[in-house]
């Protein structure tokens, strides 16, 4: 059903009247299952840190609300206690009595990448706003306030096109001048959906499709590795070749799953974790889409060293929207860090993004120790499970390996 609408029509006559021609023409979702969207609402906002005081720039963005992704992160580290800083608005006021977030920025930066974790209890509640902050000159380098993506259609600029752009929408269609009012710093064409270069009569029909569409049959991914394992998280017998093998997992659908704590390894998870062979999982992920319950195989680069990130893309479908990752810790007897069948089509939609902390998992095929353990087979195969001691423990608390972040980029 498509909105008829007189342009002729009197500002006020118009407004009402395309109003409720859209709340008609979209009464049938009125009564549909609300969508959970990301697990964060402000997922995929960013804030863009210009160059500033001693090189410091920085795009940040959020993950969800406990998890933040920097790129392009620069710094000269002139010295000085140095992190990032949240506040509540884009001031240095209220950067002073922010929440800083580790870790210490105390080597110089170059078009890095870091992720950033809230500490435990805080949320991103309450804060729009991220500084490099230097605590001992009481003053931030540089800094900005986090703002959504551009989506089109979304003339509220929450970052989600719904049926709170309805009055938006009417606004800037039927009172240029006091849209920008209601909404400023809000783009009024972000409601051109036809193309003309302005949003105008000749968008209803294209928003109330864009509306009406529902979550696409498919979604783009990008998955990041970023391991922070290194002598200063796990210090005990830590090895001098740290690394990672490839990355090597699949999409799939929840009748069936490569690995869970507390089952027993298949081959290819014993293959993965002793030597950081791909090819035995891929065979069995392959076996799963040959048997209509896995969609892909995906895979991913290696860490040569440790901490460092390193990412791959790969596309989920409706039918197949868990992800399962793995990659060895490495040397080791059979440990591994991984995600285990994580849900990327969540309540209804696509998740935005998402950041998961990963632990070590021992994969209960060798009975070896340490890191640089002799072979020693174990037989029969003990259930995986998560490794909360020895060597991984300090003081009883095993920090996590790094995060593991998902992210839609299409």
């Known amino acids: 059903m498509h909105a008829q609408v007189n342009p002729q029509t009197s500002p006020r006559r118009l407004q009402t009247t395309v109003a409720a021609t859209l709340f008609v023409t979209l009464s049938a979702l009125l ?16 804030a863009t840190l210009p160059f500033g005081q001693h090189g410091a720039q920085a795009l940040v963005t959020i993950i969800d609300e406990q998890t933040l992704w920097v790129e392009a992160l620069g ?46 209890g805080e949320t991103l509640a309450g804060f729009s706003a991220i500084a490099i902050w230097s605590d001992a ?28 752009d309805i009055n938006p929408f009417v606004l800037a269609l039927t ?12 783009d009024p064409n972000r409601g051109d959906l036809d193309g003309s ?20 049959a498919s979604a783009e991914y990008e998955l990041i590795f970023d391991s922070t394992w290194s002598p200063e998280t796990h210090p005990t017998n830590f090895p001098v070749n740290e690394h990672y093998s490839g990355l090597i997992g699949g999409t799939h659908n929840d009748q069936v799953h490569f690995w869970r704590e507390g089952e027993i390894a298949s081959d290819g998870i014993e293959w993965m974790a002793e030597l950081g062979g791909t090819s035995k999982l891929t065979n069995e992920v392959q076996a799963a889409i040959t048997a209509g319950n896995a969609g892909s195989v995906v895979t991913g680069p290696s860490l040569p060293t440790s901490p460092l990130a390193v990412s791959t893309t790969f596309t989920a ?18 440990w591994f860090i991984g ?16 950041a998961i902390q990963v632990q070590p998992m021992d994969a209960g095929t060798d009975s070896g120790v340490t890191y640089g353990s002799p072979n ?35």
């Open 376 to 410: 020693l087979d174990t037989q029969p195969r003990e259930p995986i499970y998560e490794i909360t001691g020895f060597p991984f423990d300090v003081g009883g608390e095993v920090a996590p390996m790094g995060s593991i972040i998902l992210r839609r980029i299409d």
């Open 339 to 354: 995600l285990d069948s994580e849900p990327l089509f969540v309540g209804g939609d696509w998740i935005r993004s998402h």
């Open 137 to 164: 000159n009481g003053e931030s380098y540089t800094s900005g306030a986090f703002a959504p993506p551009v989506v089109p259609g979304d003339l509220n600029c929450d970052g989600w096109t719904d049926f709170g």
């Open 197 to 216: 270069g302005a949003t105008g009569f000749g968008d209803i029909n294209p928003f109330v499709d864009l509306l009406l569409a529902g979550p696409s």
């Open 317 to 334: 479908t409706q039918a197949f929207s868990h992800i399962t990752i793995t990659t060895m810790i490495a040397p080791s007897p059979d």
């Open 75 to 120: 710094y000269f580290n002139t010295g000085g206690d140095v992190a990032f800083r949240l506040g509540v608005s884009d001031d240095e006021a209220d950067y002073a009595l922010g929440l800083e977030l580790p870790p210490v920025l105390d080597e110089p930066y170059g078009n890095d990448t870091l992720a950033l974790h809230l500490p435990d």
């Open 31 to 46: 009564t549909a299952p609300a969508s959970a969207g990301d697990l964060s609402d402000r997922a995929g906002w960013s």
């Open 175 to 186: 009172d240029p001048n006091g849209y920008p009012l209601e909404y400023p710093g809000c």
